[in-house]
């Protein structure tokens, strides 16, 4: 049977054929079966985890934190120099400009991205919004979050902060940006299970060595990264308690 590698389904669309890519590369470097699997939610990607059927996975931090304390996954490398930001979008015609003037009973528009959630709804703090005075609306992805807000059926979106810059030009000429997160240390991180053990190391140096081969420079490109660097059991433990935290 071969391993399962899957990626977080919060990735931009037009990267898809990269990580097909990547998954034929890693498995040439590695001489392992590797099967991509790509979810449409993260309902069925949980699913899938709870089941023990993933063996590599690209995972957002709030995910990452359950599949390390929970399944006993380790943390291998993270994205070069990225990290996960959120935006907080509007219309563009919608008559406030500051997080601390929005009020009660804002409707907000969200996926099912637990992480881009969680920061959203931190960045309402200063106005005193919660989950409790607001109304939120989930869709399936980021394009219908900005056709939600384009069409004024709501009154503000959470974005991660790729799939915000992502969007068509036209999209985003008729949007505003209220806020944008820096954090900086929340990432995307790629993880294996127990079951790879014995092949971690050699997993984790082939993929720092990527961006120095062209082969590997040019999947990287088509999947919209750079490169990857060392994930460490430190940096990871660091990042879920800053999750748990927030």
């Not at 990269?18 to 069925?44: A, C, M, R, V």
């Not at 009154?155 to 992502?166: E, R, S």
């Not at 990432?187 to 082969?215: F, G, Q, T």
Request: with cysteine.
């Amino acid at each position: 049977m071969p391993h399962v590698l899957t990626v977080s389904p919060d990735f931009t669309p037009k990267h898809i054929a990269g990580w097909y890519i990547f998954n034929t590369w890693l498995q040439l470097q590695t001489d392992l079966p590797i099967h991509l699997k790509l979810y449409d939610s993260f309902t069925e990607q949980r699913d899938a985890i709870a089941d023990d059927t993933i063996d590599l996975i690209y995972a957002n931090p709030y995910d990452a934190a359950m599949l390390v304390r929970e399944k006993d996954f380790t943390a291998l490398v993270a994205p070069l120099g990225k990290a996960d930001e959120t935006i907080i979008a509007c219309n563009k015609h919608y008559p406030i400009t500051n997080i601390e003037d929005l009020q009660e009973n804002l409707n907000i528009v969200t996926t099912d991205d637990p992480d881009v959630h969680l920061m959203g709804m931190m960045l309402l703090e200063p106005a005193d919004l919660n989950a409790d005075n607001t109304n939120i609306q989930e869709m399936s992805n980021y394009v219908l979050v900005a056709k939600q807000l384009l069409q004024n059926k709501a009154d503000i979106g959470f974005f991660l902060k790729d799939a915000y810059n992502d969007l068509s030009n036209l999209i985003k000429d008729d949007l505003n940006i209220l806020i944008n997160s820096e954090i900086q240390i929340i990432r995307h991180v790629l993880l294996a299970s127990p079951k790879l053990s014995k092949h971690h190391n050699k997993i984790k140096n082939i993929l720092i060595e990527m961006s120095n081969d062209a082969k590997g420079a040019s999947v990287l490109t088509s999947m919209g990264l750079s490169g990857w660097e060392d994930q460490t059991q430190e940096d990871t433990e660091f990042m879920i308690d800053l999750m748990g935290a927030l």
